[in-house]
């Protein structure tokens, strides 16, 4: 299974845990973190099974390119937010390995070779 879908569903799966575990947190949470959250575990999940029936290329673009673009945008938000040192080196820290799996993911595409 690619790493970068393994990691979406460890990251994404993991917030959307903890909004279910918090008593607050799915009934409170704003909409577009659960289908941020939501979206991301179903490009993993799209990505799996593309990677089982070899036709995983166009959708680990996909989710490569919005974990690069949701990164950029929510890590740039999250560091100059008021957060704490710590909440932003985590998060930062994840920003990091998700940029740098999704390069890998799209880098590792074996496209076939078609002779003219």
Do not use: K
């Not at 991301?40 to 799209?46: G, I, K, P």
Request: with cysteine; proline share 3%; aromatic share 6%.
């Amino acid at each position: 299974m690619p790493a970068l879908a393994v990691w979406t569903l460890f990251v994404w799966g993991g917030r959307l845990r903890n909004l279910a575990a918090d008593p607050d947190g799915l009934v409170g949470a704003d909409r577009s973190t659960l289908a941020l959250s939501a979206l991301f575990c179903l490009l993993a999940v799209m990505v799996t099974v593309g990677f089982v029936v070899r036709q995983a290329a166009p959708v680990t673009v996909v989710l490569a390119t919005v974990t690069v673009v949701v990164w950029l945008i929510r890590g740039a938000d999250i560091a100059l937010g008021d957060h704490s040192a710590g909440f932003i080196a985590v998060h930062l820290a994840l920003a990091a390995v998700s940029i740098g799996l999704a390069a890998l993911a799209v880098r590792s595409i074996r496209y076939p070779v078609v002779d003219g």
